[in-house]
């Protein structure tokens, strides 16, 4: 049964994913003109916390080849709101080169920032899902 959860996990993480930064073009705040990593990134993180909620909540909502996937598309569209919210918009170019530097040094403190985050709520989710099937 866990191979049908995770199988349909994919498959609704991919296509919210494809909405996101296909359809809404919402890229990565470090890398905006990297669709590709824009893409992995939003799917790693819809993938994994739609994977950690549905081994956590209980199972409710209509069933899909003994697939309750109700939480799953709830918590990823959920997700997908909230990073929507947050989505920085593009700068305006304002053509003075200190102004240039400064966004220079001010993308390197983003792409960190959003590294050290990233790779803290994929643990924080790896720790949830790994719980999930020991408790």
Do not use: N
């Not at 994919?10 to 990565?28: E, K, M, Q, Y």
């Not at 400064?102 to 790779?119: K, S």
């Amino acid at each position: 049964m866990i191979w049908i959860d995770i199988l349909f996990i994919i498959i609704i993480a991919a296509i919210i994913s494809a909405v996101l930064g296909i359809g809404f073009g919402w890229r990565h705040p470090s890398r905006p003109e990297a669709v590709g990593g824009s893409l992995i990134f939003i799917f790693l993180l819809l993938f994994l916390t739609m994977w950690a909620s549905s081994s956590w909540i209980p199972t409710a909502g209509p069933v899909l080849w003994g697939f309750h996937w109700g939480i799953p598309l709830l918590t990823g569209l959920l997700l997908a709101l909230v990073l929507l919210a947050t989505a920085v918009p593009p700068r305006r170019d304002r053509g003075r080169e200190v102004d240039k530097l400064q966004d220079e040094r001010d993308d390197v403190v983003t792409a960190t920032v959003f590294g050290v985050f990233f790779w803290m709520m994929i643990i924080g989710l790896l720790a949830v899902i790994v719980g999930s099937y020991l408790i």
